[in-house]
């Protein structure tokens, strides 16, 4: 059996009394690429928030590259080395691409002047590059600010930033949401860029084209249950369809929803 | 959602969109401001063809009108002084309007540790503390101004990080504690007869070497070092700075202690200058001061603005308090057109972000 490098057990949320979520078992090998789906409200984005400490879990477990975490905030899952790309972009608009790859972790020198210590841009710089070439990221001019730039290289920025510190699993919540297509697809080029380095990905999307493209296995959400674990080649689209509008349920879930 | 609903539509890139640093704008509108005084002298009959700003009685060896250049740039140094903090605390989200009461209570406060003993061969009339406190060596008033502004300083900051009361309130609570300080400290006697070395300080042209001398190392800051850009990143969007794990709490509270230290220098400058500290010292100065970093650029929003900004908009603020008493416009008029100017200012920088927005 391949390493687990997530797995919830039970994970449960409540908020009053909403049961968002419920005893949610799921399982990330190193190295694969799970979507999420489910309808609005099925619990895909409370799963999320669970697992990155945005919120904390009402019970259940979350086990994380063979140890079972505790994040109190997102921080602290980054820190243990999960990456989130948010729906809303955690950017800072008034900086330049390089600010906002390293913000947060910036290049320095001079270091013994504590908070003045000062910022090699130069380096910065040229691991902007390099990470932008690896992503495949076209940003015309990485000087530019944030404000200045189009939602779609907004979003490959936020994804880049990801992309580019060697975390240990990556989640995306709808990244392709709000994009055009051309944008979408450069989007999915990076998805492909992680997959081809071995990076596990979880990957939170309505699109089922785009969910049939780039992962491995399907994970339905349904009324904060999950009701469905499919491997790609042995589903499509009406198939999945089926389990996201209750018509279906998967054989070992019966009885979930 | 809304931040990524704009734009959408492929990969385009305009060089000439591109405009120029936002201080060149500030700078050409300094140019024109003395432009438009300088016309006023020819074209306003009570003038008698003055010039505002060259020499035409020969009074000097430049072309300029030196004396009127000085003044300008010593009156608004002190003032500038201030700026330069508030720069910093206002590109971080926040508003500092503590910092003219504390220019009069840390006067206060450092002129009591740098009186003379004798006064033309007298005791001094004005003393504060017993005869331990006279021609105490200049380091000690300096240090001890310095660790009351960081001191206030600190308290704004912890106040707005922790306490997550708007900076508006924490520094305007700020506001009347200082003053009452500056009252309370000699129960409104001025305070008086510093010593030669503390008095060296603010001598001559010295506040205008310290506003200079602060605003590159200030600019090298912001610019160049972590403490600079993690303002900006604060400024600019609060949530994603504390996701990327910058400490945004702690950084708040240095930003507002390095703001009310300048502004305490700024009050040893200015009671070294003018020999004496007032409890009313310092009026109008936290206004005056945001006042040079709007006109200079510094966006209210936050995430906006430059040093050099704050310098040419202290030097815009400067040309016209001038310019109106050049041209012998009335003090009260002085203060409705400063009102003014400042809400243009402020306009000017909402169209321009409007317009940045759009353009995207």
């Known amino acids: 059996m391949a390493d687990i490098i997530l797995e919830t057990q039970g994970l449960t949320k409540h908020y009053g009394g909403v049961h968002a979520l419920n005893d949610a078992n799921f399982k990330l090998e190193k190295g694969e690429h799970v979507a999420i789906m489910g309808d609005n409200g099925a619990g895909k984005s409370t799963f999320v928030r669970q697992i990155t400490g945005v919120e904390q879990r009402t019970s259940g477990k979350v086990i994380f590259d063979g140890q079972e975490v505790n994040f109190a905030g997102p921080l602290d899952a980054r820190e243990a ?56 990221v076209k940003i015309p001019n990485i000087r530019n600010t944030i404000q200045n730039m189009s939602g779609g290289q907004r979003q490959c920025v936020a994804i880049a930033r990801t992309a580019s510190f060697h975390s240990k699993l990556t989640i995306m919540d709808e990244p392709t949401a ?8 450069q989007v999915e080029n990076i998805i492909r860029t ?13 699109n089922m084209r785009q969910v049939m493209d780039l992962v491995d296995r399907i994970v339905v959400f349904r009324r904060g249950r999950i009701v469905a674990n499919l491997r790609k080649e042995e589903t499509d689209g009406q198939d999945i369809v089926a389990y996201i509008t209750g018509a279906k349920t998967g054989a070992e879930f019966e009885g979930a929803a | 959602m809304s931040e990524t609903s704009h734009g959408i539509g492929g990969l385009t890139y305009d060089r000439k969109k591109r405009s120029l640093p936002g201080e060149v704008n500030i700078f050409f509108a300094l140019i024109l401001i003395v432009a438009v005084f300088e016309v006023l002298g020819q074209v306003l009959p009570y003038m008698n063809g003055q010039s505002f700003l060259f020499d035409t009685q020969d009074r000097f060896d430049t072309i300029f009108n030196e004396a009127r250049l000085r003044i300008i740039i010593l009156q608004v140094s002190i003032i500038g002084i201030i700026a330069l903090g508030v720069t910093q605390v206002i590109i971080s989200g926040g508003i500092d309007l503590s910092s003219g009461p504390l220019v009069g209570a840390t006067a206060m406060i450092v002129m009591s540790f740098a009186q003379t003993e004798l006064v033309n061969g007298n005791p001094n009339p004005k003393a504060v503390f017993g005869e331990w406190a006279f021609d105490l060596p200049v380091l000690i008033p300096v240090v001890v101004g310095l660790l009351f502004g960081a001191m206030i300083g600190a308290i704004n900051g912890s106040l707005i990080a922790y306490t997550r009361i708007p900076p508006f309130i924490a520094t305007l609570g700020m506001f009347l504690i200082c003053r009452g300080i500056a009252q309370a400290w000699t129960r409104g006697q001025p305070v008086s007869f510093p010593t030669e070395g503390f008095a060296a300080l603010g001598k001559g042209m010295m506040p205008v070497f310290w506003f200079l001398g602060i605003a590159v190392l200030m600019h090298v800051i912001m610019r160049y070092t972590l403490h600079g850009k993690h303002t900006y990143a604060i400024g600019s969007n609060e949530d994603a700075a504390r996701m990327s794990g910058i400490n945004v709490n702690r950084h708040k509270v240095r930003v507002y202690m390095i703001a009310s230290m300048l502004a305490a220098f700024a009050a040893i400058v200015l009671s070294s200058k003018n020999l004496t500290a007032q409890s009313g010292m310092g009026i109008f100065y936290e206004l005056y001061a945001i006042a040079m970093a709007v006109i200079g650029g510094v966006s209210l929003t936050g995430g906006r603005g430059s040093i050099p900004g704050t310098v040419l908009g202290a030097m815009v603020f400067g040309v016209i308090q001038s310019g109106f008493t050049y041209i012998k416009l009335d003090a009260f008029y002085q203060l409705m057109a400063m009102g003014a100017i400042i809400i243009a200012a402020v306009v000017l920088d909402k169209v321009r972000q409007e317009r940045a927005a759009s353009r995207s």
């Open chain 1, 81 to 136: 080395g999960i990456e989130t790309v948010f729906q809303t972009l955690a950017l800072a608009d008034a900086l330049d691409v390089p600010d906002n790859l390293f913000l947060g972790r910036e290049k320095t020198k001079w270091d013994w002047l504590g908070p003045f210590k000062f910022l090699d841009y130069k380096a910065m710089r040229a691991d902007t590059l390099a990470a932008l070439e690896k992503t495949g």
């Open chain 1, 178 to 185: 709000a994009l055009g297509v051309q944008e979408t697809s």
């Open chain 1, 194 to 206: 992680l997959k081809d380095q071995g990076e596990p990905l979880i990957l939170v999307s309505h």
